[in-house]
């Protein structure tokens, strides 16, 4: 069985968690602020706050960003749920715009048409690791006075114009969840570039807490801590943070290895005329957190056919990634919603196979197996 994803994690990573418990600080500390450290240089961001996984990172940007009941914020309904979620958590309101049928990131001219007078911030996703255009929407919400806050749940290590996801935006929000391109179990990290937002959202992430658990410990002198709002236990541990501080030492090699299956997937598969493979424009570099094809009208089966098909042979797949509007905890509130590219993307995607390491023959299999499925006259050379 060829699975969708699997972390890579070594020896590496189970003895820096190791050694973190027998150093008996366990939860956020001393790993954490080195993982934060460390996010930030890699990412070029001013500032890194390590939070519990992405979700309460896009929770904690909107409260910092400064969105609440009433307002609107833009986004993708293609993403999953937890984008959406983190605009209900703070009483706003997720308008969905469009995606690009190539790209599957938000399309800066539908986005503006769902601009109102309530709009407060667009919540841009690089989707599946793909660069959205940054720049576009800088611009769109520099013309409409509206904030940008970036959802990069699956981007680390992903760049756009030269430079790295999480130093083109005040907020850039990430995901070191297992199926992400590196993991910490559960984790998240958020990048910003306002030493204002950096303070907030240190004392959001650990319940309004003026003085931190570390600071008291090694305080010579006795203090005593204020709670100066209400926040969140959010927290990462050092166990976690530990374990991301080798990942991250891996990442580009991770990214490097990735784009080498994928570039085999897409010389594959570029002679077919019924798949549109993965659009990645010039300057714009994906970490391809997932690899996915749209299979186009002219196809000869349907989707759920080849991928059960794919299943039946030993590979799995999933379908185009989720549109919010049509689950079940969203669809009666938006239940006049119809976003065709979006929609038409989900239902005729197909994510294929990609982790790391991943052998030649697993790479083979996966080709050769989707093409005898769809092409009839496929023969393996
Ligand atoms: C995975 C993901 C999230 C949620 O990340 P968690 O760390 O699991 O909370 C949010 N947004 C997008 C686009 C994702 O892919």
């Given at each position: ?48 706050v ?8 896009l ?13 609107e ?10 984008t ?108 910003t ?67 080498k ?113 769809v ?7």
């Amino acid at each position: 069985m060829i699975p969708i994803a699997k972390p890579y994690l070594t020896q590496d990573e189970a003895q820096a968690a190791y050694d973190t418990i027998l150093t008996g600080w366990i939860t956020q500390g001393p790993k954490v602020q080195e993982f934060e450290e460390k996010f930030a240089t890699y990412t070029g961001a001013k500032y890194a706050v390590a939070v519990s996984n992405c979700t309460t990172a896009l929770h904690l940007a909107m409260i910092v960003a400064g969105i609440g009941e009433g307002d609107e914020v833009i986004c993708p309904s293609m993403s999953y749920i937890a984008t959406a979620n983190a605009i209900k958590y703070v009483g706003a309101t997720p308008v969905f715009a469009e995606v690009q049928p190539n790209t599957y990131n938000l399309d800066p001219d539908d986005a503006e048409k769902r601009i109102t007078d309530k709009t407060k911030a667009i919540l841009i996703v690089h989707q599946i690791g793909m660069p959205a255009d940054i720049d576009a929407f800088h611009e769109l919400c520099e013309k409409y006075n509206l904030k940008l806050i970036e959802d990069a749940a699956c981007a680390v290590g992903s760049s756009y114009k030269g430079s790295k996801i999480g130093s083109h935006s005040e907020l850039v929000c990430f995901s070191f969840h297992p199926r992400k391109v590196i993991s910490t179990g559960d984790g998240g990290m958020i990048t910003t570039s306002r030493e204002d937002y950096y303070q907030r959202l240190k004392l959001l992430r650990q319940h309004g807490m003026s003085v931190n658990d570390r600071v008291r410990h090694e305080a010579n002198k006795v203090i005593f801590e204020d709670h100066v709002e209400i926040g969140y236990n959010y927290r990462l541990t050092d166990i976690q943070a530990a374990v991301g501080i080798k990942q991250l030492e891996k990442l580009d090699w991770i990214v490097a290895e990735r784009r080498k299956i994928a570039y085999a997937y897409n010389e594959a598969f570029k002679g077919i005329d019924f798949i549109q493979l993965p659009a990645e424009e010039e300057e714009y570099l994906s970490n391809f957190q997932s690899y996915s094809i749209y299979l186009k009208e002219s196809c000869p089966l349907d989707r759920n056919i080849i991928m059960q098909e794919l299943l039946d042979k030993g590979i799995a797949s999933r379908r185009g990634i989720m549109n919010s509007h049509r689950e079940s905890a969203y669809k009666k509130l938006y239940s006049n919603l119809v976003l065709p590219v979006s929609e038409d993307l989900q239902d005729n995607s197909v994510i294929l196979p990609l982790f790391v390491p991943m052998e030649e023959k697993e790479i083979s299999s996966v080709i050769n197996t989707f093409l005898s499925i769809v092409v009839p006259t496929f023969t393996t050379t």
